[in-house]
């Protein structure tokens, strides 16, 4: 943190304020070569979110993805970090394993540093119970390396990712929100910036994070006049707080690649195109697993839908992997259709 009240002075949080203070962060960004404003709203939804993260109990993470190498994804977040604390941020590799997250995210929030980024990410943002957590609580409780006892940390930092054609996963979708950036020259490696918004960041970030304050403090002073969007479950404060100034200032909404994410689910649309066949072959009636690949086996197109859900062991459908699918679900909806249970005389 940094505690010498004295170099913040706020000033009156009006919406002329706001609007300037706006154009001077938007000035960092004016070399960044965003796929659409959507993103360049989401960068500055990013600056806001690390002014306030602390005093959030929760926040969506950032992943800043592109194209191709060298167009600033990098820079771009070492632009956005330091408005969460004057000290670096703690960089480190995205963990593969449910293990890996566990310990990375106790070890790494114990030290609470302002900002954790997973730079030069060469996966997904898979979707792993501790880091989950750590984005959806405001507390995460995990076992210590090399002892059976636990600990309890605060999860109130800035997360952030960076790395080429890089996405959230399944429950990571409504977790993260996505910048794009998309350059325009053929070789963006070989392409440099002008001005060096990081480093004067570096070097004075008091009025940047004293401009970023104020636009929050002036939709606050104006009512915080609700925007017809979609609410987003589990950051409620931080909309109110980095979202929903931004819309009011007239900017597209910050969330929306967050909102696209959870709306066009690949997982979810797979799922709806089979409970589709099921529903055609077998109405609402009850069907085992047994009967269910049985019916395959003389269906291409229920062949087809099971064989695009994540039950396959090499070119076969595994009964195991369909059942426990299966299970998972009970009570989804997709696609107007959800699974219940049922009985046989088999079994359930």
């Known amino acids: 943190g940094a505690f010498d009240e004295s170099e913040y002075p706020m000033v009156d949080p009006t919406v002329d304020m706001a609007e300037q203070c706006l154009e001077y962060l938007n000035d960092f960004l004016r070399e960044f070569e965003f796929k659409s404003e959507a993103d360049r709203s989401a960068a500055l939804c990013a600056i806001l979110t690390a002014a306030v ?24 977040a070492d632009v956005i970090t330091p408005f969460a604390g004057p000290d670096e941020p703690y960089r480190v590799s995205f963990p593969e394993r449910h293990d890996e997250a566990g310990k990375l995210i106790i070890t790494v929030l114990r030290e609470q540093p302002p900002a954790v980024l997973f730079d ?24 210590l390396l090399g002892s059976n006892r636990t600990a309890t940390v605060s999860t109130r930092m800035l ?15 409504r977790r993260v929100v996505t910048i794009r950036l998309a350059p325009k020259s053929e070789n963006p490696a070989l392409r440099s910036f002008r001005g060096s918004p990081a480093a004067d960041l570096k070097k004075d970030r008091a009025e940047p994070v004293m401009c970023a304050l104020t636009i929050i403090r002036a939709f606050q002073a104006a009512g915080e006049p609700v925007a017809n969007v979609k609410s987003i479950g589990s950051f409620e404060e931080w909309s109110r707080h980095c979202r929903l100034p931004l819309i009011w200032l007239g900017l597209p909404d910050p969330a929306q690649s967050l909102i696209d994410q959870v709306s066009k689910d690949p997982e979810q649309e797979r799922l709806a195109e089979f409970l589709d066949v099921w529903w055609r072959k077998f109405g609402s009636q009850s069907v085992t697993v047994r009967k269910l690949l049985a019916k395959a086996l003389q269906d291409d197109d229920l062949t087809e839908a099971i064989e695009e859900l994540p039950v396959m062991e090499g070119r076969y459908i595994n009964r195991g992997r369909l059942g426990w699918f299966l299970s998972k679900r009970l009570g989804t909806r997709a696609g107007g259709l959800r699974l219940e249970p049922g009985e046989s005389s088999e079994r359930n």
């Open 159 to 173: 997360f952030l990712g960076t790395g080429n054609h890089v996405e959230p996963e399944r429950d990571m979708r």
């Open 53 to 76: 993260r602390a005093s959030l109990p929760t926040a969506p993470a950032f992943n800043i993805t592109a194209t191709g190498p060298g167009s600033g994804k990098s820079y771009l």
């Open 120 to 143: 030069d990410m060469q996966g997904n943002w898979k979707s792993l119970g501790p880091l989950n957590r750590a984005l959806s609580s405001s507390t995460t409780t995990e076992r």
